[in-house]
């Protein structure tokens, strides 16, 4: 276990054990070191330099290669030979390779047919070809590292003759696809399966930023066999690049992106992939008619609490759980089904061919062939005992003035099963007058709060509930007596003091002593 010192000013005769004692080059100190030792490079730059490292680490003893002072920088000078890799690690175990930077060369990083191969704190860029390319490697990261102006992937995860498994993509900046690399461009994150069943498996992509490409932020594909296992995509903030694509992928997460000025759909899921959960992901302005999401798929997609504008789906089947923005719209083409629900009873209208149904445990929506849907939620809930209950929102304006129908909605329970409606977004401290069928059913005050809750078991075939605004605040008067008047009156500004009586209200201030002067 061993720390080795390599300066521009060193020589590879040394016996590089010290900064003065330093050997020369980076790519001679790799073919050096074994299991446990540390090369430190100094913050020089290096021309022409071929990196590959000829031993492996252990577990508890790696091998690392990390900046000792300033930055090293790895310049290839040639970004056309093909030949020209800044660092190459071919079968072997447990290095690490931190806090470098690397340009000019036809690819990065390239890592085949290893394991344990941890890149940390690096800038890659200007290159022509891939910036970190993972094929055939297992429990491997790229973290917290700049990839940018990259003429083909900025990143590769690929399987070609073995599985590539738990490779970790997180906090890094990607972006700048081709950028000024001269490329044609790809992705920003490519995942490509060569091999067999499960070969590309167990992908964490977390916490990532990807900006600024011709073409996919992610994008997979492969031969023969395309299906990949386990990917899990979160966390990540994605604009001004093609779609997420989220494709041939089969028991993976797609949560807590945010995707925001994409130049085509938000995310595109293609067949045949399946079991994808997608929670908590928000996408905004997205260039093709607005469609956050499209899926041409035949597997189930579960949506749960997503922010997105438009749902389509051209095949199978989707479910869309407690979504977070107040408008949007579900399509289904090719009559697939769409079925929407909230497990909180929120109340919605929906202007399709379907009835909206509001049961004791949720409210839904399915779709019926090809149907175009805008759905629209209200800050109210609607919750039966027992059974269903149809309602049918025929006005929601809480902006209008005291004593004009605030809210009206048609009702149908299926059995006269008591329904309990809370509704928010009131006005503290005011009074709501609720009528069933025209007749007054109960008066609600808010008091501190900004809610009603109200509740009735008496249904015939239809009846019309409506919320009016009584009052804005609540009115109070005060009556005073006092057996010696002349004596007990004091007026200061806005207080008047009665006896032990003291009163700060100017308003009725001027009453009482309107009233008190007639006496």
């Known amino acids: 276990m061993t720390n080795y010192y390599v300066s521009k000013s060193g020589n590879n005769s040394n016996d590089g054990l010290s900064l003065s004692t330093a050997w020369g080059t980076p790519s001679f100190a790799a073919l050096q070191v074994s299991a446990g030792d540390t090369i430190l490079l100094n913050g020089d730059t290096w021309l022409n330099e071929n990196i590959i490292f000829s031993k492996s680490g252990a577990e508890s003893q790696p091998i690392t290669m990390k900046a000792y002072s300033g930055t090293p920088v790895l310049d290839g000078v040639d970004r056309t030979n093909q030949s020209n890799t800044g660092i190459k690690i071919s079968s072997q175990s447990y290095i690490i390779i931190d806090g470098l930077t690397i340009t000019n060369y036809f690819q990065g990083v390239y890592i085949r047919e290893s394991d344990h191969i941890n890149l940390n704190n690096l800038n890659v860029y200007n290159i022509l070809y891939i910036g970190i390319y993972f094929i055939d490697v297992v429990y491997s990261s790229l973290k917290n590292s700049d990839i940018h102006d990259t003429g083909w992937n900025s990143v590769s995860v690929q399987s070609n003759i073995n599985p590539t498994h738990n490779i970790t993509i997180q906090n890094n900046t990607i972006h700048d696809n081709p950028g000024t690399s001269g490329g044609a461009g790809h992705a920003l994150i490519d995942l490509f399966n060569y091999g067999a069943i499960e070969s590309v498996a167990d992908i964490d992509i977390l916490g990532n930023t990807l900006y600024n490409a011709i073409y996919s932020a992610l994008f997979e594909h492969g031969g023969t066999i395309l299906e990949m ?7 990540n903030i994605i604009y001004n690049t093609k779609e997420l694509r989220v494709s041939y992928l089969t028991d993976s997460i797609v949560k807590d992106n945010y995707l925001h000025d994409i130049l085509t759909y938000g995310i595109l899921s293609v067949t045949p992939s399946g079991n994808i959960a997608y929670s908590n992901n928000k996408i905004v302005n997205t260039a093709y008619s607005q469609t956050d999401i499209i899926m041409s798929n035949t597997a189930v997609q579960t949506f749960l609490q997503n922010d997105i504008s438009l749902y389509k789906l051209r095949n199978g089947s989707a479910n869309i759980i407690d979504p977070l923005n107040n ?8 009559d697939c089904k769409i079925h929407l629900y909230y497990t909180h009873n929120t109340l919605f209208s929906a202007n399709g061919a379907n009835d909206v149904v509001f049961s004791s445990t949720n409210s839904e929506y399915s779709t019926i062939g090809d149907e175009l849907v805008l759905i629209t939620t209200y800050p109210m809930t609607a919750r039966p005992t027992t059974g269903l209950a149809y309602i049918s929102i025929d006005k929601f304006d809480l902006a209008l003035n005291i004593n004009q129908i605030l809210i009206e ?15 928010n977004e009131l006005k503290p401290g005011s009074s709501y007058l609720i009528k069933k069928d025209g007749v007054d059913l109960t008066s609600i005050n808010t008091g501190s709060s900004n809610n009603i809750t109200f509740s009735n078991s008496i249904w015939s075939t239809s009846n019309k509930i ?54």
Not at 410 to 416: F, K, L, P, V
Not at 485 to 503: H, K, M, R, T, W
């Open 229 to 235: 296992f386990r990917i899990n995509i979160r966390d």
């Open 327 to 334: 408008e949007f719209s579900i399509r289904s083409v090719n």
């Open 409 to 423: 909605l048609t009702i149908n329970a299926t059995n006269g099963d008591n329904i309990t409606f809370t509704v």
């Open 466 to 519: 409506t919320i009016e605004e009584q009052s804005a605040q609540s009115t109070f008067s005060i009556s005073i007596e006092c057996n010696q008047p002349e004596a007990a009156v004091v007026v200061d500004g806005n207080q008047i003091q009665l006896g032990s009586v003291s009163i700060k209200s100017a308003n009725l201030i001027e009453q009482i002593l309107e009233s008190y002067s007639k006496k």
